[in-house]
């Protein structure tokens, strides 16, 4: 268990629906990162927040939208969804400064565009 | 930016036996992490081993361990006495520490199998 924790973990929806993805990072954790794992690929970086401020961002499509909250979560806001965005969906935390270097990765939430 | 490769998308080795994953990058910075998660049919993603860029000693997880190389850039994984349960996807990442919000970059994966 890594400690950071997503809801939902399955959602299924369709064309032109909107959906919001959840992640809680681990306790004490700063920063929270999107990734996009659409079939059989790799990890695309979407957006980065850290305490509560856009960091970074990636290939994030402009129908897609995120935010970390004063308490740390963050949210996914995915909206006029096509087939192509059928996808899992990582949320991942770390410690700002931390010697570590590595991101802690939630089990994902698939989503399925129909 | 930074680019990381991964020129086996597939391999296969034999239960017990050693394999070694490869795995380039390019960077023009000088401090930075270096990671293998690996993904099992769970799609978990599950940290195997991390390098420090300034650390010229190589990272060994018990079966696992990496040949670093800073000036080739290059970072390969090598897994001894495979087991079954090792069988899924294993990304690289680069993870930088200056700029673009630190965020892992991974490369395309290689799928490994480990056979009876």
Known sequence: DSGVTQTPKHLITATGQRVTLRCSPRSGDLSVYWYQQSLDQGLQFLIQYYNGEERAKGNILERFSAQQFPDLHSELNLSSLELGDSALYFCASSVSGANTGELFFGEGSRLTVL | ?116
């Open chain 2, 1 to 116: 930016a930074q680019t990381v490769t991964q020129s086996q998308p597939e391999m296969s080795v034999q239960e017990a036996e050693t394999v070694t994953l490869s795995c380039t990058y390019d960077t023009s910075e000088n401090n930075y992490y270096l990671f293998w998660y690996k993904q099992p049919p769970s799609r978990q993603m599950i940290l195997v081993i991390r390098q420090e860029a300034y650390k010229q000693q190589n990272a060994t997880e018990n079966r696992f361990s990496v040949n670093f190389q800073k000036a080739a850039k290059s970072f390969s994984l090598k897994i001894s006495d495979s087991q079954l349960g090792d069988t899924a996807m294993y990304f690289c990442a680069f993870r930088g520490l200056t700029g673009g919000g630190n965020k892992l970059t991974f490369g395309t994966g290689t799928q490994l199998k480990v056979e009876l």
